[in-house]
């Protein structure tokens, strides 16, 4: 794009709230001084080349997935956003506004005390520092370095561990995991901090190691509990503190429509007083996770917001895009739709599924969702294969905005009702065999690391072990021609990363691309050892040893 264009996205952006109807997915657009309040762009601004995205290169993408923050979270309500704005126009004391905004939240969700926190991990760490150290200053500025201290554990539900504990890790904390109730009262000892909690299937009341049954046993020994509920919508009161919890944690940029980079912490106020001590503006192991004046009023705003918002009607506008969706579709022979309205807490948004038999469409789900979400115009769906042999996309309405409704179902019955011929079986032959083991060099942003794989080829399909630095797992793949693609899974408690590795087979030699999934891209060569398997004969002792 040329510097003109760039300069005259950006001189426009301001003025796309008068370019929309006078009415949003929070209402009406009016400020109470009658005022237009900044709105969210519409379809014809996202659709346009002045949309400030593509003024970078970028290419916008209409969300059809979910709150997500690789996709960018949720959109900030009118309301939020005029508060950010408000907020960036004066200077003000940081503890005195969080005081403010917590006595605030605490009467709008019924809650003992609130914390905004710079997101909802940040807000995982602050917490996890806050039952260390008890609003110790000495103590909190040792962190990680946890030697000396009384409270260095937290206890985890095995069903619990997932990839955003990292936050409750990043204290220098041992982990002790748990799976039972018998297992969690043994666990318990004079180090143990506080109990982590995340709000999955295992937590729910009636199961065996639910919420109600970890709380009960912890408020006798006087150890807080922790609920995790990032992506849930909000409870007012919040259900979680009345099912036990001390603290409950929710993100402010997903269901609650808030800044992205802000957490709304509610509960126990001592506790909250002390994991705000233990995030900027104060320094120690917090500083890092700064939140600015514009997020935390941003915040008090959505949650004022949510307490107002006509939820019912919000649920019946996404059913009618979904409907829009789905009548599109089932024009399209082979294609069954099905709504899904979800009742847990977790994502509540309505979905659309839409399946056929990919035997019939030559065409799976997940070669639609790529087909759509790397191409112009960009929708970003969800997709799944089932045991039944159909495969299928999902639409999630919960993040689309007016209109997008109608570009989703055009955009999805182009590429749906294409005519595609049926796929063929037939591998090309391989140049070679990669049976052997291989010296794998792989290049990350920053460093060198030396991995090793043992293959086994039989035709086109390739079996193995990938070790790395710190794993050893099963690898498999395929070779056709000289293209090699290779997959392994390194899997640790609540995290997982996989290496899809594709490369060109020349000799004794692989070279090629890793694709990291979230955590992007590297380089690998991988080479054949040249050694020669060690043959000896074994003699078995005939009995016990007659010396040591």
Avoid at 44 to 72: D, K, Q
Avoid at 89 to 98: K, P, R
Avoid at 111 to 140: D, F, Q, R, Y
Avoid at 438 to 461: A, Y
Wanted: charged share 20%; with cysteine.
């Amino acid at each position: 794009m040329k510097r003109r264009n760039v300069l005259k996205g950006l001189a426009l952006l301001p003025l796309t709230g008068s370019m929309l109807p006078k009415q949003s997915l929070a209402g009406p657009i009016l400020s109470d001084k009658g005022s237009l309040v900044s709105q969210i762009p519409g379809p014809s601004v996202a659709s346009s080349e002045l949309n400030i995205f593509r003024s970078i290169g970028v290419e916008p993408i209409i969300n059809c997935r979910g709150a997500f923050t690789i996709l960018g979270g949720s959109l900030e309500l009118p309301q939020v956003r005029e508060a950010m704005e408000a907020a960036s126009q004066n200077f003000v004391q940081y503890d005195e506004l969080a005081d403010g905004i917590s006595k605030r939240l605490a009467e709008i969700t019924g809650a003992e005390w609130a914390m905004v926190s710079a997101g909802c991990a940040a807000g995982l760490k602050h917490i996890t520092a806050a039952c260390v150290t008890g609003g110790n200053p000495e103590k909190l500025i040792r962190i990680p370095d946890l030697t000396g201290l009384e409270k260095t554990e937290v206890i985890i539900p095995e069903y619990s561990r997932n990839v955003y504990d990292h936050a409750v890790r990043n204290i220098g904390v041992k982990i002790v995991h748990v799976s039972s109730p018998e297992e969690l009262k043994k666990a318990i000892n004079s180090k143990t901090a506080m109990i982590y909690v995340n709000a999955v299937e295992g937590s729910f009341t009636g199961q065996p190691f639910s919420l109600e049954v970890i709380s009960k046993i912890a408020k006798p020994a006087n150890i807080p509990v922790l609920i995790d509920a990032a992506a849930e919508h909000l409870t007012i009161p919040p259900v979680h503190l009345k099912r036990g919890a001390d603290v409950v944690a929710y993100s402010g940029g997903k269901a609650i429509r808030g800044p992205q980079c802000a957490g709304l912490m509610l509960g126990n106020k001592d506790i909250l007083m002390s994991a705000w001590q233990a995030s900027s503006p104060h320094h120690g192991p917090g500083r890092d996770n700064k939140v600015g004046r514009e997020e935390m009023m941003g915040m008090l705003a959505a949650v004022e917001s949510w307490a107002k918002r006509d939820h019912e009607a919000e649920w019946k506008r996404w059913l009618s895009w979904l409907d829009t969706i789905s009548k599109k579709m089932l024009t399209i022979n082979g294609v069954k739709t099905l709504i899904i309205e979800p009742t847990a807490l977790s994502n509540k948004y309505p979905v659309l599924k839409i399946s056929w038999d990919p035997a019939k469409l030559n065409v799976n789900g997940n070669e639609i969702a790529e087909e759509v979400g790397r191409n112009k115009p960009r929708v970003a769906v969800g997709d799944a294969d089932h045991p039944d042999g159909t495969t299928s996309i999902d639409i999630t309405a919960g993040h689309m905005k007016e209109g997008e409704d109608r570009l989703v179902a055009d955009r999805l019955y182009e590429v749906l009702s294409r005519k595609r011929s049926p796929k063929s079986e037939t591998m090309n032959s391989p140049s070679g065999n990669l049976s052997g083991t291989w010296k794998v060099g792989i290049k990350f942003f920053s460093s060198m690391d030396q991995h090793i794989f043992t293959l086994i080829q039989d035709g086109n399909w390739v079996n193995g072990t990938h070790k790395s630095e710190f794993h050893e797992r099963l690898i498999a793949g395929t070779i056709e021609g000289n293209q090699v693609k290779l997959k392994s899974v390194a899997e640790m408690p609540g995290n997982s990363i996989t290496f899809y590795f594709s490369g060109t087979v020349s000799g004794d030699s692989i070279t090629g691309d890793i694709h990291l999934g979230e955590y992007r891209t590297a380089k690998f060569t991988a080479t054949r050892e040249k050694s020669k398997a060690v043959r000896r004969k074994v003699s078995v002792p005939g009995g016990p040893p007659l010396a040591t």
